[in-house]
């Protein structure tokens, strides 16, 4: 199975630019991160990488919850990145994720984490990178 997904992206001015998927109405507007000089309050690649393990274990677990016919009351979650300079150049070398399940019962609490540590082991963003991923997962009731 394979599946391709494309992004297009252009600069807009000096350090900034856009960024349109393919198939999606909305972009989002970019720039170089501040520490490299740029603006600040943009969404930066160090941005998109985070948010990308983020939102794939979310939507990994939610797809899971969904063919469980599991209860789920609410989901959020913070990602911090690390980018650290190694012998090989910059690198991010660290991502902490701690999402929060909100369930019905104090018995699906155990079964939320579960589902949780088990979409974070199948999220293929993750999956994808050599950073360390130090997962941090809670569920509490509604």
Known sequence: MTHN??????????LRGK????????????????????PGGE??????????INTCIMATFLSIAQNSKFDVRGYRASATARMESTPEGLRMTQVELKPEVTVG????????????????SMCPISNSTTAKIIFQPVATVA
Not at 43 to 52: N, R
Not at 105 to 120: F, I, Q, V
């Open 19 to 38: 960024t349109q998927p393919r198939g999606v109405e909305q972009g989002l507007n970019f720039s170089v991160p501040p520490a490299f000089g740029g």
């Open 5 to 14: 997904f494309t992004v297009d992206i252009e600069q807009t001015e000096g």
């Open 43 to 52: 969404w930066t690649p160090e941005h998109f990488f985070a948010a990308g």
């Open 105 to 120: 019962t104090e018995e699906d609490k155990e079964r939320a984490l579960r589902m949780l540590e088990k979409a974070e």
